[in-house]
């Protein structure tokens, strides 16, 4: 059976931290593994990685994708309050139907 | 619209009760996804549409749960008979490709079912 699993599922930091969640997969046919951060409502696109050992940035937040080892990380550097939220780890198979999510990790940063 | 639109936001009924909570993609996408969210979980997938094909339903937890989707656009997802183990946020997500390949979803603000 597929599956996600993100670890921590939670974590406190303070401002000015960085911080790494981690997201392993098993997905049959695995086509790609995308991040999403979920505020309070609708989860939002952060990145889509294919493949293993090219780095995604946007601003603070970075993440990369090992297909050997069948994991990513999502790093944030400089957390701010405003990181805070539930990050959510999806792995896509090849035949393209569902997303298989993992339980999130929800990050807390304070001020 | 700009986004994928859902209603209601809000949803309370009474065990037993059927509820429909509908979906309006963004226009265009021929990919349409229904999650379901419960408290500290991550998202379970329910139903996924793709143009004229015949939907994945493999994540229908129980033949009380049903959905259509009219004129390739506009998503109705049904529940029958509600239990309370149904509460939780019902996420709509659309995506412009077949399967979404190379392209990612984009959900909706979700209905936040309540089965009292």
Redesign the interface.
């Known amino acids: 059976e597929d599956k996600?699993v993100?670890s921590p599922l939670s974590l406190v930091v303070h401002e000015g931290d960085t911080v790494t969640l981690n997201c392993s997969y098993e997905v049959t046919n695995f086509?790609?593994l995308?991040w999403?951060k979920q505020e309070k409502?609708?989860?939002?696109?952060l990145f889509?990685l294919t493949s293993s050992g090219i780095e995604k940035k946007s601003g603070r937040l970075s993440s990369i994708l090992d297909k050997k080892e069948l994991f990513s990380i999502l790093n944030i550097t400089a957390t701010q309050t405003g990181d805070s939220a539930v990050y959510?780890c999806?792995g896509?198979n090849q035949?393209?139907?569902?997303?298989?999510?993992?339980?999130?990790t929800t990050l807390s940063v304070s001020s | 619209g700009a986004g994928v639109s859902q209603s209601p936001s809000n949803k309370v009924t009474e065990k037993g009760k059927d509820v429909e909570l509908r979906c309006d993609p963004i226009s265009g996408h021929t990919a349409l996804y229904w999650y379901r969210q419960s408290l500290g979980q991550g998202l379970e997938f329910l139903i996924y549409f793709q143009g004229n094909s015949a939907p994945d339903k493999s994540g229908l937890p129980s033949d009380r749960f049903s959905a259509e989707r009219t004129g390739g656009s506009v998503s109705t997802l049904t529940i029958q008979r509600t239990q309370q183990e149904d509460s939780a946020v019902y996420l709509c997500a659309s995506s412009p490709e077949a399967g979404g390949m190379g392209s990612p979803l984009h959900f909706g603000n979700g209905t936040r079912l309540t089965v009292t």
Request: aromatic residues 12%; positive net charge.
């Open positions: 996600v993100q086509r790609s995308l999403y409502k609708a989860p939002t696109f889509m959510l999806a896509h035949a393209g139907t569902a997303l298989i999510f993992g339980k999130g």
